[in-house]
C-alpha cells in the first residue's frame, strides 16, 4: 500500500513540514514512523512526535523525550514540553522522578505549566 501521506510529511526535509505533518498524523490516529522523529534535528518536531506517541499510550518512549526537553536552553522548547505533559494530564506519572530532580525554572509561563502538570500527578 502507499504510504500514508502524513508519514512522507513528517520525513520532509523542512522542519516545518515535518512538524505539521506529526500534527495531521496525530488527528488521524497514526502514529507510523513517528519513533524515528523522536530524534529529529528540530526540537519542535521532537516534541510533536514524543506527545503524539504518549497520546497513543506509547510512554515508555515518549515521556523521555517531553521530559528532556523541559532542560532544553530554549524557553520556547521547554514551553512545548511542558504544554505537552501538561495535556497529558496524569498519564504522565511515569515522569514523576525526572519532575522532582529539575532544576528551578527560569520562565514564569514554563514554571506555571510544571507546577500544573505536577499537580495533576498529585490528584
Known amino acids: 500500500p502507499p504510504l500514508d501521506r502524513h508519514f512522507r510529511l513528517a520525513h520532509d526535509p523542512d522542519p516545518a513540514i515535518r512538524y505539521w505533518g506529526v500534527i495531521g498524523a496525530r488527528i488521524r490516529g497514526t502514529k507510523e514512523g513517528l519513533g524515528a522523529l523522536l530524534a529529529d534535528p528540530s526540537p519542535a518536531v521532537q516534541l510533536a512526535a514524543a506527545e503524539t506517541l504518549a ?9 523521555p523525550v517531553l521530559v528532556r526537553g523541559l532542560d532544553h536552553p530554549v524557553e520556547s522548547v521547554r514551553l ?6 501538561d495535556d497529558l494530564g496524569g498519564r504522565h506519572r511515569p515522569a514523576w522522578e525526572a519532575f522532582r530532580g529539575r532544576p528551578k525554572e527560569t ?4 514554571k506555571r505549566l510544571t507546577e ?6 498529585e490528584r
Open 116 to 121: 500544573h502538570a505536577l499537580g495533576a500527578l
Open 107 to 110: 520562565s514564569e509561563y514554563v
Open 80 to 85: 512545548q514540553a511542558a504544554q505537552a505533559l
Open 55 to 63: 497520546r497513543a499510550g506509547d510512554y515508555a518512549t515518549a515521556l
